[in-house]
């Protein structure tokens, strides 16, 4: 490829340096020298473009090769789709099928279950009332046993009502007693107090009495005796 380039720059100089004829735009250059030249550029060019010339001139038989190959292509693909989509519908149904039959087993066996679990319910629920049944007549009997031990022990309660309203009355006894001692015994100091206060009083006005005689006036101080 290289040569190639060169043969054209070489081309391309002797044109730019070839004899114009005068009145136009033609100039005058060496046959020998262009030819040799051209026959470098042929011989140098490679063989792909040979080969590509090949293709050019076979173009539209290759056109209309590849259009047949494509339609046999697109309508073995078409076919091929049409057979896949047919199975796939095929399995689709076939699933489908399957899904259908295990729902109604599914839906027949959840149906039996609870059936047999409505009866085991109902027959556990009688057997619960029953059983509640058995056991109020049981609290019945058994009240009506306690009822009458009850009432025969009678005698007895009406000795433990009359035992404990004794008691009660001789605790209200012994606390009134024992509240008419301490009244008393509170009387008997507030009259002592009272005693020792009238005592007192008498002593202080007879002080006051001795302070306003004579002996008083003196100035001297005198004893008296609070003492009972």
Avoid: W
Wanted: with cysteine.
């Amino acid at each position: 490829m290289y040569r190639v380039f060169e043969a054209l720059d070489e081309l391309v100089t002797i044109v730019e340096e070839a004899r114009g004829v005068p009145m136009t735009s033609s100039c005058v250059v060496p046959r020998g020298d262009m030819l040799e030249l051209l026959d470098d550029v042929r011989d140098a060019l490679p063989r792909e473009v040979d080969d590509a010339q090949d293709v050019l001139d076979k173009r539209d038989e290759l056109i209309t090769n590849a259009r047949a190959e494509a339609e046999n292509t697109i309508g073995d693909a078409t076919e091929d789709a049409e057979r896949m989509i047919a199975e796939a519908r095929a399995r689709a149904q076939e699933t489908i099928a399957e899904a259908q039959a295990e729902a109604d087993r599914v839906i027949t066996a959840g149906q039996a279950e609870y059936h047999s679990l409505t009866e085991r319910s109902r027959a556990e629920s009688e057997r619960m009332i029953q059983a509640g049944r058995d056991a109020y007549d049981r609290a019945v009997e058994d009240a009506r046993h306690e009822q009458a031990r009850l009432v025969s022990q009678t005698e007895v309660v009406q000795a433990a009502h009359a035992e404990s309203a004794r008691i009660l009355d001789e605790a209200h006894a012994e606390a009134d007693r024992q509240r008419a001692e301490c009244d008393a015994y509170v009387d008997g100091k507030l009259a002592e107090f009272s005693e020792l206060l009238a005592k007192t009083l008498r002593a202080v006005d007879s002080g006051r009495n001795h302070l306003r005689g004579p002996a008083g006036l003196s100035g001297r101080g005198t004893l008296y005796d609070f003492q009972s």
